[in-house]
């Protein structure tokens, strides 16, 4: 990652189910080819680019949108197996599914009554 | 051009700051939302606009475009998410209603406006009026 270049961190939600954790983040514009999602020693590092509009002779008169290159960086810990973790796209939303280790999942503890 | 907004998620980061200050809470990292939703961007040639929204997350029909005369309206609602167990860690795309508004500064053609939506991104192109656009004049030189 070049000191030099500015990046920019999608808003993301993540929540937990008994057997995943899931990310959501917002990357309006982005092609499935233009994104890599890696895990590698605990941290989950995600990057992609989104190439600015092909201007056809036309000129901007408004300009709210950002373009460049995304990048967000966690840290995992144990709980997270990389073998169970799968990722989509679709409309601009990243979806990454992080399947927990089986120690990390909740377990039902069954009550027993005594009589 | 003129932007008009009605602005769900500001109200709720406004309520949001109000609640942090009360409960003492002002000084914890906050995270700051785009004051206006959708951003926009808008391109001109000669011939018409193109307007750039960027909805990620929508279904086509989530989104609706409307024009009077020369106001173009884009609104639409992204629905939260429901999952019963879903413990959240961290929440910060945004959902609900949305609204924006551009004037453009020529006639346009609202019949022949045409919408796109790919990958998280709304393209409207908007033609502009016949009258509108700028007109080669021979000028004869007498000589």
């Known amino acids: 990652m070049a000191a030099n270049k500015s990046y920019i961190v999608p808003p993301v939600d993540i929540y937990q189910t008994d057997d995943d954790v899931i990310l959501m983040a917002d990357m309006p514009g982005i092609d499935?080819?233009?994104l890599s999602v890696q895990i590698s020693e605990g941290a989950l590092t995600i990057e992609g680019n989104i190439p600015p509009v092909e201007l056809k002779g036309q000129k901007y008169i408004h300009r709210e949108r950002r373009h460049g290159c995304y990048y967000l960086a966690y840290t995992l810990g144990d709980v997270i197996d990389p073998n169970?973790?799968?990722?989509k796209v679709k409309d601009g939303v990243l979806t990454l599914t992080l399947g927990k280790r089986d120690k990390a999942k909740p377990r039902e503890i069954k009550i027993e009554t005594v009589e | 051009m003129r932007f008009m907004n009605w602005d769900p998620f500001r109200e709720l980061e406004d309520l949001r700051r109000v609640t942090d200050r009360?409960?003492?809470?002002?000084?914890?990292?906050?995270?700051?939302?785009?004051?206006?939703?959708?951003?926009?961007?808008v391109l001109e040639d000669e011939n018409g606009f193109v307007v750039i929204a960027s909805l990620p997350g929508m279904s086509k029909d989530q989104i609706h475009i409307s024009l009077l005369g020369q106001t173009m309206t884009i609104e639409g609602e992204r629905p939260a998410d429901n999952g019963e167990n879903h413990r959240y860690l961290r929440r910060e795309r945004g959902y609900g209603k949305f609204q924006r508004t551009v004037e453009f500064q020529t006639q346009v053609q609202s019949d022949k406006v045409e919408a796109r939506y790919q990958d998280g991104v709304l393209s409207i192109s908007v033609p502009k009026a016949e009258s509108a656009k700028p007109k080669q004049i021979d000028v004869a030189v007498e000589e």
């Open chain 1, 32 to 34: 499935k080819d233009d």
């Open chain 1, 84 to 87: 169970k973790t799968h990722a």
């Open chain 2, 22 to 41: 009360l409960l003492g809470m002002g000084a914890r990292p906050c995270y700051t939302r785009r004051l206006e939703y959708p951003p926009l961007d």
